[in-house]
């Protein structure tokens, strides 16, 4: 049986934008044994992939304790295939002594200067790449240049280079089934009608006033063609209160929504601090889908066929079309077109 260990500890829209790569790795390598190591964060949806075998969760702030624990995976089996594809520091180090016969990995190429001087910085180093892994791809995050990087592609020729036969492009997300009466009971109470799911998350943080109150003008058009259900992560942000000013707003707190102020518009509600697997169920009901180019937004809905539509900063559009799934339904907004002409004529 061969062995397989794949490293992605890294963001849960980052593991979801990887999925179909790591379906392409079993369907390839149907009789195999396959050891994700994931993150904290994202091992909450990795579970719910069941042609997983093993889990390894890398936390930071015990990795001595875990290298220890997990000592024989890391160091003293014999793997067919390692996959480096988290990009981070400590499970470079890890797999740089993993044993394994084919190691693939992409390398990350930053352009940064030094007194106007520019300079290449490689991670991993080039003496490492070519010490340590024996397929790998160079991908350059200079985000201004004209050749397009995509990562999902990468990922895919990386895979090709191994004659990896590809089924699927296609995000993957597994409902987790504990969530369903919870969300279907709520509906059923609170909305029972088709709704557009605006999301809002901590990247808001990083827009204009002028950017928020644009928006909500969009909202509110938006509302008129059917109910809006704001929802939102469990960080907090700096417009989470004038949200909660405007609209209906609901607060899931132990497996139940508890109704904090009801308002007039009952065509938006608010929800806040939902878990990721239960806010999977409003991504998956949905007629359509809007963020701030939020992870779970934009890497879910593919899976559900759902249209998304991406509010960004234009000096953003370069960097975003790295990450957009190759099977999408995907439509882009700049805060920078949001004036009230494009306002009035916008059709969801």
């Known amino acids: 049986m061969k062995k397989i260990i794949v490293f992605k500890s890294d963001r849960v829209g980052d593991l979801i934008y990887f999925s179909p790569c790591l379906k392409t790795i079993k369907d390839n390598n149907k009789e195999s044994l396959i050891t994700l190591v994931c993150s904290k964060y994202n091992y909450q949806i990795a579970k719910n992939y069941k042609f997983i075998d093993k889990y390894i969760i890398l936390?930071?702030?015990?990795?001595?304790?875990?290298?220890?624990?997990?000592?024989?995976?890391?160091?003293?089996?014999?793997?067919?295939?390692?996959?480096?594809?988290?990009?981070?520091?400590?499970?470079?180090?890890?797999?740089?002594?993993?044993?394994?016969?084919?190691?693939?990995?992409?390398?990350?190429?930053?352009?940064?200067?030094f007194f106007n001087f520019p300079y290449r910085v490689f991670r991993p180093r080039k003496i490492f790449l070519n010490i340590f892994f024996n397929n790998f791809l160079f991908c350059d995050e200079k985000y201004s240049d004209q050749k397009k990087i995509h990562y999902q592609t990468l990922y895919f020729n990386i895979l090709e280079k191994l004659n990896f036969h590809i089924y699927n492009k296609k995000n993957l997300f597994f409902l987790d089934k504990g969530f369903e009466n919870i969300y279907y009971s709520f509906f059923n109470k609170s909305i029972n009608s088709d709704y557009f799911l605006f999301h809002f998350d901590e990247k808001w943080n990083r827009c204009t006033d002028s950017d928020f109150i644009n928006s909500m003008l969009l909202l509110k058009k938006i509302s008129t063609s059917g109910h809006v259900v704001i929802t939102t992560g469990i960080k907090n942000f700096k417009f989470l209160k004038d949200l909660k000013n405007n609209f209906t707003t609901y607060s899931y707190n132990k497996n139940k929504f508890n109704l904090l102020?009801?308002?007039?518009?009952?065509?938006?509600?608010?929800?806040?601090?939902?878990?990721?697997?239960?806010?999977?169920?409003?991504?998956?009901?949905?007629?359509?889908?809007?963020?701030?180019?939020?992870?779970?937004?934009?890497?879910?809905?593919?899976?559900?066929?759902?249209?998304?539509?991406?509010?960004?900063?234009?000096?953003?559009?370069?960097?975003?079309?790295?990450?957009?799934?190759?099977?999408?339904?995907?439509?882009?907004?700049?805060?920078?077109?949001?004036?009230?002409?494009?306002?009035?004529?916008?059709?969801?």
């Open 59 to 113: 936390d930071n702030s015990i990795f001595l304790f875990t290298l220890i624990k997990y000592f024989k995976d890391f160091f003293l089996t014999k793997y067919n295939y390692l996959f480096q594809f988290d990009g981070k520091s400590k499970s470079y180090l890890i797999s740089f002594f993993t044993l394994a016969s084919i190691k693939s990995t992409i390398c990350f190429v930053k352009n940064k200067k």
């Open 261 to 348: 102020e009801k308002k007039e518009n009952v065509s938006v509600c608010v929800i806040e601090s939902l878990p990721l697997n239960l806010l999977a169920y409003f991504i998956k009901n949905s007629k359509k889908n809007l963020s701030y180019h939020s992870g779970p937004i934009v890497h879910i809905s593919p899976s559900f066929n759902r249209e998304i539509i991406d509010l960004i900063p234009e000096k953003k559009n370069n960097e975003i079309d790295r990450w957009i799934p190759i099977v999408s339904n995907y439509r882009r907004i700049n805060f920078e077109q949001l004036n009230k002409d494009f306002i009035n004529n916008f059709k969801i």
